[in-house]
């Protein structure tokens, strides 16, 4: 230590921390309470709402002291998804399946995809990075338009099908197919898999793989042993935020199916807010909240998971 200069050690040591501490909670407290006001007066008028109860012309009254809350609507909801009448059940099995194959085909797509921007364009990385996500710029509804377009009888998809003699005879893809639900929940959320995941990737030291081939690993056990445990954090991340909008989706099967046979849980909590007069609103509302619930499970893991992978790494 030079001549004159004193270390700080105890109480005068900890407060520069403190103020550094102090200043970045106050710098991000505006954000956090505009975060919650927004997060919690929606759900508290959702609450307001499902425990409320239906007037005689059949208006849903929001009720707002909890100890007046009913449990009349979620009572109903959850005839409406075990009762012996129940019909939300299978919607659920159904929306978990179309999203467990389509997220599955997204990260089938977007790996390599993302893999080869991040280890192989080279200088030519942002340039492949945008053409990759240069389509997405335009909006959802616009990109389901012209897939219906295309998925038209006489549209490009069964044209080319026929030439390559893959069909006899056109098909109907808006007919109520499921494959066409899930090929249109791919293709609107892969960008955002795309992106995560080439963030990931492209942050690994090229070193480390440099290593397990010095070490005398192949391309192939070099990736299964390196690259993928290491990208494992972003193949989370790009999960999470692509599942998680899709579990909600319901403007993807209006568009491209609009039947029931392919309705999903976002459909059904959709038609109970807007039909019948508002009749079934509190349902509605709580299937929103129940959907809520399920939702924060796999955040909550995600949350755990980060920290203890930051645990590791440091």
Known sequence: MAPGQERLTGPRATRPREQHRLFWAALAAPGIIWLALLFITPVYAILGIAGGQVNVFGTPIAVWNPLHWSTANLTAAWHDVAGSSAFAGPIIVRTLVYVALASLISLLIAYPAAYFVARFAGRRKGLFLVLLIAPFWISYMMRMLAWIDLLQTNGYVNKALSFLHLIS???????GLGVTVVLGLVYGYIPYLIVVLYAGLDRIDPALIEAGRDLGLGRVRTFVRVTLPLSR????????ITVLPMLGDYFTNQLLSGTTGTAMFGNVIDDQLTSSGGVLEGQGAVFSLLFLLVLIAPMIYYVVATNRSSRGAT
């Open 233 to 240: 954090q972003a193949i989370l991340t790009g999960m999470l």
């Open 169 to 175: 005879q056109p098909v109907d893809w808006l007919g």
